[in-house]
């Protein structure tokens, strides 16, 4: 049974309990990508076996890459790498699904194979933006065709011998210059990037551990000189569980009256922390404990009591921390008291959807107080939100899983339509929720 509408409504009593969410996305995306490439074998634990990064997976996969899954779940792994040079030309397109990591981050690597492919993806994923990755490579030495001025997948990229550039990125994006970073991989001479603001640093964490380092320089200038081999670490690859599928739970249990929540193993990289910053200025509870480390990133266990949230603002330099989770945390401005403005976060509407319209669409018919503006929102807050309606996520997981919150605090219930995509990023968030006491249930009809 496909399941694609999520009925979701309020809260029967306070949220409670603990759990640990899913292994972080981008880390799993990273881990399998440098793993495939690398001289032996790794293994991984703490994987995201959602679609997204199992796109991943079988695109290396195409290329000659075996992959021994360890459990059922398909969160430990062994990937037999086969070295830089070792993918073998790929007999049909590589398809990334809905994964913007995977398609972004791939440009990179097949700009430096000796090979031509062709990279394409789902409906969603064909109309992002993806010049930002094909020009930098280009510039390196690759030649990438794609409609409307290689901006589009499908892509075909006709890999070659690279040279390093020293490229400024006009966006602060993650996706952006880990592309150009993994092309570097590639090329003769040394990579540098820098960015507008700093972006999550997972690929400049994690190369480390496969032999290539990397250097930040002032400035925050990233320089990458290539040592032509990655080299599988000899203990097991960890990865923490993902700060943006805890963060929707964290906002759930800031709402709901009386709840009380605690998150295990969650990363605390200060990159994607920045939701948590959003919520502290909000008047938010959250705590940190346990902090320690897994490999080269910082984790910690999370602990949440509701709140009475308050509005604030929110500048461009405070977006690229907390990208992935502005739909959620309009919910918690639409039910916090004051004004909630964001501003400079044009990057918003070429996510999987345009989260901004898709939000305030989707709460404003839930009786939310909600503008638009071409680089933002302006939130008045509310007490409660209507129920009894039904809106649309879009194809995006995110919206789906924000309006699930939402729905916690609405008189009623709020049925959530094009949801399945939640299956790209937390397949378990329905049986997770309702472990903590969410009211949400799939459709059956
Ligand atoms: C990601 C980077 C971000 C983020 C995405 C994952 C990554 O995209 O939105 O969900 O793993 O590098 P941008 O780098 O385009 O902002």
Redesign the pocket.
């Known amino acids: 049974m496909t399941f694609d509408t999520l009925i979701a409504g309020p809260a029967a009593a306070p949220l409670a309990g603990e759990i640990t969410p899913p292994g972080d996305?981008?880390m799993s995306?990273?881990a399998i990508m440098l793993a495939s490439l690398a001289d032996g074998v790794s293994e991984i634990h703490g994987f995201l076996p959602g679609e997204d990064n199992l796109s991943t997976a079988q695109i290396f996969a195409d290329m000659g890459v075996r992959t021994e899954w360890l459990n059922s779940e398909k969160t430990s792994l062994r990937v037999h790498g086969v070295g830089l040079h070792g993918l073998h030309a790929p007999r049909n397109a590589l398809d990334a699904g809905n994964a913007?990591?995977c398609a972004?981050?791939m440009t990179g690597v097949l700009a430096g194979q000796s090979f031509t492919s062709t990279l394409t993806g789902d409906a969603s994923l064909r109309s992002r933006p993806m010049q930002r990755v094909s020009e930098p490579v280009q510039r390196m030495g690759a030649i990438v065709e794609g409609r409307e001025g290689d901006n589009f997948l499908p892509l075909t990229i006709h890999g070659g011998q690279l040279h390093g550039i020293d490229y400024q990125s006009p966006?602060?994006?993650?996706?952006?210059?880990?592309c150009v970073l993994l092309a570097g991989l590639f090329a003769a001479g040394d990579t540098t990037v820098s960015e507008p603001h700093p972006?999550?640093d997972?690929?400049e964490r994690m190369l480390p551990i496969f032999g290539q380092p990397v250097e930040i320089g002032e400035d925050d200038i990233i320089r990458l000189h290539p040592e032509n081999r990655l080299t599988a670490p000899q203990t097991p690859l960890h990865i923490p569980a993902d700060p943006?599928s805890a963060a929707f739970f964290a906002v759930a249990a800031s709402l709901v009256p009386g709840s009380e929540l605690c998150f295990h193993n969650i990363g605390i990289n200060p990159r994607r922390g920045g939701w948590r910053h959003i919520l502290d200025d909000m008047q938010a509870n959250i705590q940190l404990l346990n902090e320690h480390r897994i490999g080269n990133e910082p984790v910690a266990d999370i602990a949440v009591v509701t709140a009475q949230l308050h509005g604030m603002q929110v500048n461009a330099a405070n977006v690229?921390d907390a990208?992935?989770e502005f739909p959620v945390l309009f919910v918690a401005a639409a039910l916090a008291e004051g004004v909630f403005v964001l501003q400079g976060a044009e990057?918003l509407r070429v996510?999987e959807s345009d989260r901004i319209s898709a939000m305030a669409t989707a709460l404003n018919a839930c009786g939310a107080h909600i503008k638009e503006r071409p680089d933002g929102i302006r939130i008045e807050g509310c007490t409660e939100l209507r129920g009894n309606v039904e809106i649309d996520a879009h194809g995006d997981h995110r919206i789906a899983m924000a309006m699930a919150v939402a729905a916690q605090r609405a008189n009623g219930d709020i049925r959530i339509r094009n949801a399945s995509a939640i299956a790209t990023s937390f397949p378990d968030f329905v049986p997770m929720a309702q472990k903590i006491g969410m009211n949400v249930r799939w459709a059956t009809v």
């Not at 966006?171 to 880990?178: D, T």
Request: hydrophobic share 25%; proline share 4%.
């Open positions: 996305k981008s995306h990273r913007g990591t972004r981050l966006v602060a994006s993650a996706q952006v210059k880990s972006s999550r997972h690929t943006s690229p990208i992935d990057e996510k």
